[in-house]
């Protein structure tokens, strides 16, 4: 494989979503139906976003979501699948984890179905212990939004 034009970029304003889509839909199943407004959504909210491409291709993509100093996640690593086994899967992730916003996190976690081999390589470990999920359901919309009100307490 040439990897002469291969570049790493961190700019979320650089991602095409809808080759970002695309790669979601060729290269990773549990994102594979995910609509382009969400994926906005998500890399709005996501820092760093690193994306991989060979020129104008979306090859690869990683994003992370942290408080920069006790944890952080890292979500949605994927390469495409003529890219695997280049070595560029562990070089997205070292990137995402020597970003500023990552490089002091105590404890950075991701979730992964059939890669924990991978992952194990570059320096993370299993752990059971930690793992808890909340499947929040959105509240039917017919309900009236509530108004939050605040009270400030006495000073004492």
């Not at 909210?45 to 006790?70: C, H, K, M």
């Not at 990552?102 to 404890?107: G, Q």
């Not at 179905?113 to 359901?137: A, D, K, P, W």
Request: proline share 4%.
């Amino acid at each position: 494989m040439d990897c002469t034009y291969i570049q790493f970029c961190d700019r979320k304003s650089q991602i095409d979503l809808n080759q970002l889509q695309a790669l979601f839909k060729l290269g990773a199943f549990w994102a594979e139906d995910r609509s382009i407004e969400d994926l906005s959504i998500a890399i709005a909210n996501s820092e760093p976003v690193v994306s991989v491409w060979d020129q104008q291709r979306l090859i690869g993509f990683a994003r992370a979501t942290s408080d920069g100093i006790y944890r952080a996640n890292i979500w949605d690593v994927v390469i495409h699948p003529d890219y695997r086994g280049a070595g560029l899967g562990r070089k997205l992730v070292e990137t995402v984890l020597s970003h500023p916003r990552m490089n002091r996190v105590e404890r950075v976690y991701l979730m992964t179905t059939h890669q924990q081999s991978f992952y194990e390589r570059i320096g993370f470990e299993c752990n059971c212990s930690t793992t808890m999920v909340l499947y929040n359901q959105p509240l039917p919309s017919s309900l009236p939004a509530q108004e939050m009100h605040f009270q400030e307490l006495p000073r004492g």
